[in-house]
């Protein structure tokens, strides 16, 4: 099955990034494996049925198994969610790319 | 159903005190004092039920499934607690109308109503579970109504949390061993079950669970130092709960669970010897006090201790004994606290030294102190006597060599003698030994305060030659605590000569000895104290915590990279491969379903293999970026060639929504990623591909290989039928698993609300640095302008005659979308779309908007976006709640039809998902994009002398942006960080000479005149 080299690609890559300190990077790499893991959860419906569910329209010999579909979309809007509060963590300070935990103005306990 | 109407009155009245309160201020009391007294009028005939030997019980299903039941049965023990929560309570409400300030009090009534609800529910309950989460109400109460009275409670009021919420979670594992060990939730049948006889060490375990919850709960020594803590509440709060009520909570479950585990030695030993220890420590530890409530505090604790300590004996008598004891403590020391308020309302001050003589001036206060006193120290003819010599003759029957009994009888004697001396200087410190001060500089002794707090004291004087009556209320409690039974404790003043007897001569006899010596004897005790207290001790605990915690945290801090997405990457890998290898090993792989590849996938592979390679090395960040969005849309095109069409359309908005909130964050972040060591980006993409190879070959070993499961053909078959939708996805996402999306939604806007809630806490120069504290300076740029004036210099560094057009364009395509997000919102029960996709739709409105300004600014009303998201979830909340009632089950939809077309809830679920996906675009449009991009030579930066600066004078920031989310329009940034509310200086600070901008964007719908400043 092609989609599990893609799924596969898409691990490597994402990993990569995530091992990275720069926070955008790690960013990028969550939504790499975010696509890795909707690929995955969109194979376990068995790809060899690929017709819309759409009751009207696909015989259903052929339709896809909807509920990994919804499952992935449920994913999808979750992932857009994380992505964009780590994005907003990721631009405190202008800089995401260091050593030490960004400056907040609170003393903290060490 | 008899005294379902008490807990149906106490229910009704938690509901109504809202309103109460709106309409008559801190007068509330006399109404809601009025519904206890009727409350305890409808108890009257269960209480006749119980007394003629009956238990009158009742139950409704609540979880079947579990055979959990709301189930209550009256019997002595919850009839003797359920009198005292509701008389006292009256008493102290009644007392509350004069001690508050006026006002609505609304957290101080409702809090209090709502605590005797759930001890009320607690004490008569007979299900295992209603009883914890009972429990845990009664914690939690507890817990606000210390933590309301304002900074000087913060402390106290966690610390009592961290003590009870230990309890809570003890009892909670007793009760899950109870049930799993009896199978049962019914209490009666699961107390006296025979597998307790059966097997000691079960029983001996459980039993220590429960005596140490309610050893928290009833501030036995070493938990008792939140009890002293919890003075920091208000007067009444401290009469009802900290005398009567919470503390009594412990007392109650120790009777409750007595049938199980009286015998048992471990239960004997442990409350006997915590409950002597506790009762000598809380009087010594009294005695130390220079705050008269504090000292009332630790008389509690001391007091409490006797009633365990005679609890822990588990005889007849001795139960007998300890409910007895429960009835004069509450009647005495709730008027004894109440009486510390009187005292304070006059001398207006409560440390011993400084009140000052008040005999003089409140001769009846003076009077029923000395009543309540005398009760409290055992001083005959008066009730508190009678208890005290029935816990002594208990305290003889200790379990064990007789030597014992005698051991607990003097320890509880010596320590009698303690408590008749902090009763002497409760009255002489309060009444007699103070300072005289002159009358007009003292308040005046409140009529009201001072009866309601005289009553318990002075109904405890004809009870003391009633006893026999009273014995008719404390057998049945007895006997409930021991089934099987039939105790006859005769409680009498007069027991004829004996040892007890002798004790309480012994204990007045010292206690005069100590009032004639008195001065001398405070300075001793006052001097005899611990260099710290149980705060202290809880302190520590905590800083210590805290530091090893601090030590975790280093171990994957973010000093070091990221070693700790690499352990659990490794880890996963480890597992993956190995599982892999295992099953390639063992077992044959069923064959692979015919036809799993198409063409389109190889083709996809290569293109997604190519962006993935840019993306992992380019340094640029915007290549980095368009290779992302490559893939997404690579992505996008592999999802439809599965044949997900809503999954596709979701995914491309949702790409489209990822790559503009990534450049707003760009802008503000330096160009390049940084270079690492190769060593080091070698062993990280060693290990990438290993995790890659693992998840990959995951995928190829266990999908593919089977038919469409069963659900997958229900679905096909079924779904279209019950929905009436022909979307199978659709129906899925808002009807068949409604709840999952619900709790997607609830994501979403957190998402949104956290980014808000953290920002709040960031100061503004921290998440805005000048330029140049950001690691690359602002840059020379690329092309040298003509010089500032000149139309070429306009043309590029001016942004707003570069968004004319795009302003005349949102007026049409604003309008096309919007009707093109309905439309997709409507069909989207049938064919692709519904409520996520028609949301992102409608937020490139959003984005169009935020983008045809020439200058940021917040797209909608400060507070739209917060709104937005709490409606949306609202919205879902109520649309699951409607099923819940008309359909029977959470989030069901109901289905009908409106002029002809069909129309289900699941429409109205969908506009909550609307709702709440726009929310969170709005945030992150509005406080990403905020246009102090600190070097990119774009937007309002002005190029002067050759270089780039920025020209962000008149410009909302971040730090503003996110306070105006929650407060609304403010002058300028907050400098606050733990969200305390804006002061009136926040919203109107002195206007630098700029002329503000009209912040809102709604020029762009209406065509008005932009009011911006040119050139």
């Not at chain 2, 209550?72 to 359920?82: A, C, E, L, Y």
């Not at chain 2, 409670?153 to 009760?175: D, H, K, Q």
């Amino acid at each position: 099955m092609i989609l599990a080299v893609t799924v596969g690609v898409l691990t490597a890559g994402g990993v990569y990034l995530l091992l990275q300190r720069s926070m955008v990077r790690a960013v990028f790499g969550l939504t790499l494996i975010s696509h890795a893991a909707n690929f995955a959860l969109l194979a376990s419906g068995v790809p060899a049925w690929r017709g819309e569910p759409l009751a009207d329209r696909t015989d259903i010999a052929v339709a896809a198994d909807p509920l990994p579909q919804a499952f992935v979309l449920t994913a999808i809007v979750i992932t857009l969610a994380v992505t964009i509060f780590m994005l907003a963590m990721a631009v405190l300070g202008h800089d995401d790319d260091q050593y030490r935990t960004p400056e907040t103005g609170e003393a903290h306990q060490q | 159903m008899t005294g379902l109407v008490t807990l149906a009155l106490l229910a009704g009245l938690v509901a109504l005190t809202p309103v109460v309160t709106a309409l008559a201020g801190r007068a509330s009391g006399w109404l809601i004092g009025a519904v206890y007294v009727a409350a305890a009028i409808a108890f009257i005939p269960a209480t006749q039920a119980v007394l003629a030997g009956d238990t009158p019980e009742w139950a409704l299903p609540w979880m079947p499934a579990l055979n959990v039941e709301l189930a209550f049965r009256i019997d002595g023990i919850g009839v003797v607690f359920t009198h005292i929560a509701l008389l006292i309570g009256a008493a102290v409400l009644f007392y509350s109308t004069h001690y508050l300030d006026k006002g609505r009090n609304l957290s101080f009534y409702w809090l209090m109503v709502a605590f005797t609800f759930s001890m009320v529910a607690l004490v008569l309950t007979n299900d295992l579970v209603v009883l914890f989460i009972a429990w845990e109400l009664t914690s939690l109460a507890s817990f606000m109504l210390i933590a309301r009275s304002g900074s000087s409670g913060e402390a106290p009021s966690f610390r009592t949390l961290l003590i009870t919420f230990i309890g809570g979670v003890l009892l909670l594992v007793a009760v899950g061993f109870i049930i799993a060990f009896t199978g049962t939730t019914n209490i009666v049948a699961a107390l006296t079950d025979p597998f307790w006889a059966a097997n000691p060490a079960a029983t001996t375990a459980v039993a220590l669970l429960v005596a140490i919850a309610a050893m928290t709960k009833s501030a036995q020594f070493p938990f008792h130092t939140w009890l002293p803590d919890a003075m920091a509440a208000a007067t009444p709060v401290s009469a009802y709960l900290h005398a009567a009520a919470v503390v009594k909570a412990g007392i109650f479950l120790l009777i409750r669970f007595s049938p199980a585990f009286h015998t048992t030695p471990a239960w004997n030993g442990l409350l006997i010897t915590a409950g002597l220890i506790t009762t000598a420590l809380g009087g010594w530890f009294a005695l130390n006090q220079a705050d008269l409530k504090k000292l009332m505090a630790y008389s509690t604790v001391s007091q409490l201790g006797l009633i365990v300590a005679a609890i822990g004996v588990g005889s007849e008598l001795a139960l007998a004994a300890a409910v007895f004891h429960v009835i004069a403590h509450a009647l005495f020391k709730s008027g004894l606290f109440m009486m510390v308020g009187v005292v304070d309302h006059i001398g207006h001050t409560r440390m011993f030294g400084r009140i000052p003589q008040l005999f003089r001036v409140a001769p009846i206060s003076f009077a029923v102190t000395i009543i309540g006193t005398a009760s409290m120290a055992g001083i005959p003819p008066l009730l508190g006597f009678a208890s005290k010599e029935t816990v002594f003759m208990a305290l003889r029957e200790t379990p064990g060599a007789a030597a014992l009994g005698w051991l607990a009888l003097i320890a509880g004697a010596a320590a009698s003698v303690l408590t008749f001396a902090y009763c002497a200087k409760i009255v002489f410190g309060s009444f007699v030994d103070g300072p005289e001060v002159p009358a007009e500089k003292l308040g005046h002794e409140d009529r009201v305060m001072l009866t309601f707090a005289a009553l318990p004291i002075l109904a405890s004087v004809p009870l003391a030659f009633m006893l026999p009556t009273l014995e008719k209320l404390v057998v049945p409690a007895a006997a409930a605590a021991l089934p099987g039974t039939d105790p006859h404790p005769h409680l009498a003043l007069w027991h004829g000569i004996s040892p007890e007897l002798i004790a309480s001569a012994l204990i007045i006899a010292a206690g005069i000895v100590i009032i004639l010596i008195r001065q001398r004897a405070w300075e001793f005790f006052t001097a005899a104290t611990l260099p710290f207290n149980g705060a202290d001790v809880i302190d520590v605990i905590t800083r210590l915590l805290s530091r090893l915690g601090a030590r975790a945290t280093r171990l994957i801090g973010d000093e070091r990279g990221a070693p700790h997405a690499a352990a659990i990457v490794g880890l996963m890998t480890v597992v993956s491969i190995g599982g892999l290898a295992t099953v390639l090993a063992d077992h044959e792989l069923p064959a692979a379903q015919a036809n799993l590849s198409r063409p389109i996938d190889f083709v996809l592979l290569g293109l997604i293999g190519f962006s993935v390679i840019a993306v992992c090395f380019s340094r640029s960040r915007m290549t980095a970026t368009v290779a992302l969005s490559a893939i997404g849309i690579l992505a996008t095109i592999q999802i439809m060639a599965i044949g997900a069409p809503d999954v596709t359309l979701t995914q491309l908005l949702v790409e489209a929504m990822t790559i503009i909130v990534i450049m707003l964050v760009l802008q503000k972040l330096p160009r390049t990623f940084w270079k690492y060591p190769k060593r080091m980006q070698i062993r990280r993409g060693v290990l990438a591909i290993l995790a890659g190879i693992g998840v990959g070959g995951m995928t190829w070993a266990m999908a593919g290989r089977r038919e469409r499961s069963d659900i997958a053909m229900w679905y096909l078959n079924e779904a279209p039928e019950i929905s009436g939708g022909n979307n199978i996805v659709n129906v899925i996402l808002v009807e068949f698993r409604a709840l999952d999306t619900f709790g997607e939604l609830t994501v979403l806007g957190m998402a949104g609300i956290a980014i808000v809630a953290v920002m709040s806490t960031v100061r503004d120069k921290y998440i805005d640095p000048p330029a140049s504290e950001v690691p690359e300076m602002p840059r020379r740029p690329w092309i040298v302008l003509r010089p500032r004036g000149s139309m070429a210099h306009r043309a590029v560094s001016l942004a707003w005659p570069n968004v004319v057009a795009m302003q005349l364009m949102v007026r049409i395509v604003g309008p096309i979308l919007a009707i093109t997000s309905a439309l997709i919102f409507w069909r989207g029960h049938n064919e692709p779309g519904g409520g996520f996709i028609a949301a992102l739709v409608g937020s490139a409105i959003v984005g169009l908007l935020y983008m045809s300004t020439s200058k940021d600014r917040a797209i909608g009303p400060p507070r739209a976006p917060l709104f937005l998201i709490g409606g949306g979830v609202l919205v879902a909340l109520l649309t699951g709640i409607v099923g819940l009632i008309f359909a029977g089950s959470f989030l069901e939809p109901i289905h009908g039809y409106i002029l002809g077309e069909h129309f289900s809830t699941s429409l109205i679920f969908d506009v909550g998902v609307y709702m709440a996906v726009v929310g969170l675009i709005l945030v992150s449009f509005n406080l990403l994009g905020t246009s102090d991009s600190a070097f990119t030579p774009a937007g309002d930066d002005v190029l002067y002398l050759g270089e780039m600066h920025r020209d962000v004078v008149d410009h909302e920031r971040t730090r503003e942006r996110t306070d105006e989310m929650v407060h609304g329009e403010l002058a300028g940034p907050m400098e606050n960080m733990r969200g305390e509310p804006p002061t009136a200086e926040d919203y109107f600070r002195e206007e630098s000479d700029h002329t503000r901008l009209s912040r809102s964007s709604r020029h762009i719908g209406s065509g008005t005149q932009m009011k911006e400043r040119g050139e």
